[in-house]
């Protein structure tokens, strides 16, 4: 399944539009920042209210939560899913905070799905000036296997070559990220449950592909959200100097996400159908 994260209601409108185009469910991720700034309850509102029109499934996730009452704020809430991340800390206490969250979280609300996150990718949608080496933070399939079997977690978020943001070299050339697969296979092979990739946007296609049929259930795509809402918001401030009707200047960004997140939708949904495990 795709996961896009939403910032404003062009987002959000541009996710749920390509998802209804290409009659496929989708997964709506708002970060702790996004949800601050749109608002946690207003967030459940709106889309409970897209939920209402025919279409195919919406889901709604807590992105990158770091804490036990950010988890259950987003629970008490009615989100879908919670990512409990806390992957910068050492991997003992990882195992021990996303445990916590997971008992608690399940007592309040059984149905919800809860991730965790080993391993570092990073943070932020952001343009990088480069690359740092993350080779050994990698995480192991020994390393998943523990931290699945301790945790209870519903979904693994794996560091296997992928990396929040995207590089400014890649902005003006055809470079792409990279994905180890094997590892991600090997890794699925032990785990054997659900299994997300965060920080796929700018991943090369084939990479994606091969993720998928690894055992990949979701891929994350932001900074490319982030990067069409605003190359055409400027365009449209450029090319309409006396316009001033927000829902006009931001018609070409709605169309730009809509366009991001359909592409990004096809790829998944054709890897879908490779997947091995």
């Known amino acids: 399944m795709g996961h896009f994260n939403a910032s404003d209601l062009v ?7 390509a998802a209804r185009e290409r009659d496929v469910a989708v997964i709506v991720g708002v970060s702790e920042a996004e949800r601050r700034f749109i608002g946690i309850h207003e967030l459940v509102a709106l889309v409970s209210s897209l939920r209402e029109t025919k279409g195919p499934p919406i889901f709604l996730n807590a992105d990158h939560t770091h804490s036990l009452s ?3 704020e987003a629970a008490k809430a009615g989100f879908d899913w919670v990512v409990c991340d806390f992957s910068s800390l050492p991997f003992g206490q990882n195992i021990l905070l996303t445990k916590a ?13 809860v991730e965790g996150e080993i391993g570092d990718i990073g943070s932020g949608s ?6 740092p080496d993350r080779s050994g933070t990698l995480t192991t399939p020994e390393e998943a296997g523990q931290f699945v079997e301790e945790t209870g977690i519903d979904t693994l978020a794996p560091a296997v070559g992928n990396m929040h943001g995207v590089l400014r070299s890649m902005l003006c050339t055809q470079a792409r990220k990279h994905l180890e697969v094997a590892r991600i296979r090997a890794i699925k092979q032990r785990v054997g ?20 049929a690894a055992g990949m259930t979701v891929v994350h795509i932001n ?10 918001l400027e365009q449209a401030l450029a090319t309409q100097e006396d316009e001033i009707a927000p829902y006009r200047l931001l018609a070409p960004a709605l169309a730009a996400v809509r366009q991001v997140v359909a592409e990004r939708l096809a790829l998944f949904t054709e890897g879908e159908s490779q997947r091995s495990i």
């Open 101 to 113: 969250a997971v008992t608690a979280v399940k007592a309040l609300r059984p149905d919800i799905l």
């Open 193 to 212: 449950i659900f299994m997300t990739l965060h920080g796929g946007s700018d991943t090369d296609d084939g990479d994606l592909r091969e993720a998928i």
């Open 223 to 232: 900074t490319e959200v982030r990067l069409a809402w605003r190359r055409a």
């Open 126 to 131: 952001a343009i990088h000036a480069s690359a």
């Open 70 to 72: 950010g988890a259950l």
């Open 11 to 17: 987002t959000l409108y541009g996710i749920v539009q």
